[in-house]
């Protein structure tokens, strides 16, 4: 396994959580990395949310992300994470990490691996 992640679960609205994507030295250093997530009854699409260069010097957020998510990676012990803050239940959704060797603001086609997914699902 290239990507990891962890930290999905149920929690209620208005909660925070912290996604966590364990990656391989070779998948992760010198790559930039995006999360996106998919929502149930959303087909197959995967939505960006955020992303961060390799270095972590810039990141890039979907309008949607802007305020409540924070994406940082820490390159020393090849993690990257996504932390949610005041949860809705439309954030309901299986959250992917993703690296890539461009920098993505949006596309998915841009990235070269996948991780399989954590569900974080919120409800009262």
């Known amino acids: 396994v290239q990507l990891a992640e962890s930290g999905g679960g149920l929690v209620q609205p208005g909660d925070s959580l912290r996604l966590s994507c364990v990656a391989s030295?070779?998948?992760?250093?010198?790559?930039?990395m995006a999360w996106f997530r998919q929502s149930p009854g959303k087909g197959e699409e995967r939505e960006f949310v955020?992303?961060?260069?390799?270095?972590?010097?810039?990141?890039f957020y979907v309008d949607f992300a802007k305020g409540r998510f924070t994406i940082s990676r820490d390159n020393a012990k090849n993690m990257g994470y996504l932390q949610i803050d005041r949860l809705e239940p439309e954030d309901t959704a299986v959250y992917y990490c993703?690296?890539?060797?461009?920098?993505?603001?949006?596309?998915?086609?841009?990235?070269?691996?996948w991780g399989r997914g954590t569900l974080v699902t919120v409800s009262s």
């Open positions: 993703a690296t890539g060797r461009f920098f993505s603001t949006g596309r998915r086609d841009l990235m070269d691996y």
């Open positions: 955020a992303s961060i260069t390799e270095t972590g010097g810039d990141t």
């Open positions: 030295e070779r998948v992760f250093s010198g790559y930039a």
